[in-house]
């Protein structure tokens, strides 16, 4: 069983930057190869993977936000972030971690490879 917990989501226009935070829990590195991601729902729209990073430090972004963002973890804090900059109207949506074991699914922005989901965290973008 793994827990994360979403943190960081404001109101901010259009050009501007945010960084979400999500704190891991009831696993330990040594044990698994994890896998963590940000999804995100937009109102009307389906759950999207936004960007994922392997238990190797590799990452992978969905197309709409490459060069925008970042995704990064520290793996002795179990945190998870995701850098956020020129943020646009489309980007408003509720942000959630995942995380799970390597493997469940080849797309790491596929949300049938993760069991273990946050509340979320509320971003919106005003133009």
């Known amino acids: 069983q793994i827990e994360v917990e979403e943190s960081g989501g404001a109101s901010v226009q259009a050009g501007g930057s945010l960084r979400l935070s999500c704190l891991a829990s009831g696993y330990t590195y040594s044990n698994y190869a994890i896998v963590m991601a940000w999804f995100r729902r937009a109102p009307g729209k389906e759950r999207e993977g936004v960007a994922a990073?392997?238990?190797?430090?590799?990452?992978v972004y969905a197309d709409s936000v490459k060069g925008r963002f970042t995704i990064s973890k520290d793996n002795l804090k179990n945190t998870l972030n995701l850098q956020m900059n020129d943020l646009a109207p489309e980007d408003t949506a509720m942000y959630y971690c995942t995380a799970d074991r390597e493997g469940r699914d080849k797309d790491p922005l596929s949300s049938s490879g993760y069991r273990y989901w946050g509340q979320g965290t509320q971003v919106t973008v005003s133009s």
């Open positions: 990073v392997h238990y190797n430090g590799v990452t």
